[in-house]
């Protein structure tokens, strides 16, 4: 087990760590007062915690950036002054949250940081628990509105016109359900797209894909594809015309449809 308590212990350790990579986590040693809050004590963070977050504030003001490979877990033990097991659960939360990515040889390198990337774990928590409705519209009704409302400001005319195309190609098919779960994620990406906001994307089609099993039955009752079909054209006539506030109250209604007909779908599969 490593325990150096401070950076003067650790150069004199004899251990091979990556001087750079030493200074730079040189802060994370040095001990933290907890102070008082509404009479109580605040509650330390755990040794793992600490070091998630001294490896993220490094990724933030520019100490690690994307492709940078991090020293051995040897290494980061010493450097960090702690032993292997809370590392290698902050090496797995950084992991699982898309900053790092374990390479060939067990060495950890930051990851390109996108939105699509930093997103997509709580994408997969949410699909595979428990599937709520509200839950997942709820979010939506934040997210996916603010997008629409960005998009009709913030769209090229080359967009817009592709939008409307989408929007006005799903009359053709109103009895093929496959075809219009196709063109509808065209149709939602072009949206999102056009917001000009790539995290808020990013989380729209998350929030999109969540629970697409069970509104994939939807579609297939009579009715809601032809109704969706108007929707769309809808909230695109009214981008097209740069009318965000017809865009927006035309989308809210087509989420309550997309919303309602879900619930309507769990009910005819109980």
């Known amino acids: 087990m490593v325990k150096p308590a401070n950076q003067d212990e650790l150069k004199g350790s004899g ?31 755990s040794i793992a915690e600490r070091v ?87 979010p939506r009704y934040v997210v996916d509105v603010e997008l629409i409302r960005l998009c009709t400001e913030r769209a090229s005319q080359e967009e817009r016109a592709h939008i409307l195309k989408l929007a006005v190609d799903g009359r053709a098919f109103h009895d093929d359900p496959v075809a219009f779960r196709l063109l509808d994620l065209e149709f939602h990406t072009a949206l999102y797209q056009g917001g000009r906001s790539r995290l808020l994307s990013a989380m729209a089609q998350m929030l999109y894909n969540v629970g697409l099993d069970i509104r994939r039955h939807a579609s297939e009752l ?33 989420l309550r449809h997309v919303r309602d007909t879900t619930i309507q779908s769990m009910a005819a599969k109980i």
């Open 52 to 138: 998630t977050n001294r490896v993220i504030e490094m990724i933030k003001v520019g100490n690690l950036k994307r492709g940078d490979r991090l020293p051995t877990e040897h290494q980061m033990a010493v450097a960090f002054g702690i032993s292997r097991p809370p590392l290698r659960e902050a090496l797995k939360a950084l992991t699982i949250i898309g900053v790092l990515e374990s390479r060939q040889g067990g060495r950890y390198t930051v990851t390109d940081l996108s939105p699509e990337r930093l997103v997509a774990p709580f994408d997969v928590m949410l699909s595979i628990g428990d599937y709520d409705v509200e839950e997942q519209f709820e």
């Open 222 to 254: 009579p009715g809601v594809i032809e109704k969706s079909v108007a929707q769309h054209c809808e909230v695109a006539e009214a981008i097209v015309a740069g009318d965000a506030d017809a865009a927006v109250a035309a989308y809210r209604q087509h």
């Open 15 to 45: 251990e091979h760590t990556s001087d750079a990579f030493s200074e730079l986590v040189g802060a994370s040693n040095v001990p933290q007062t907890v102070g008082d809050f509404a009479g109580g004590t605040l509650e330390r963070p």
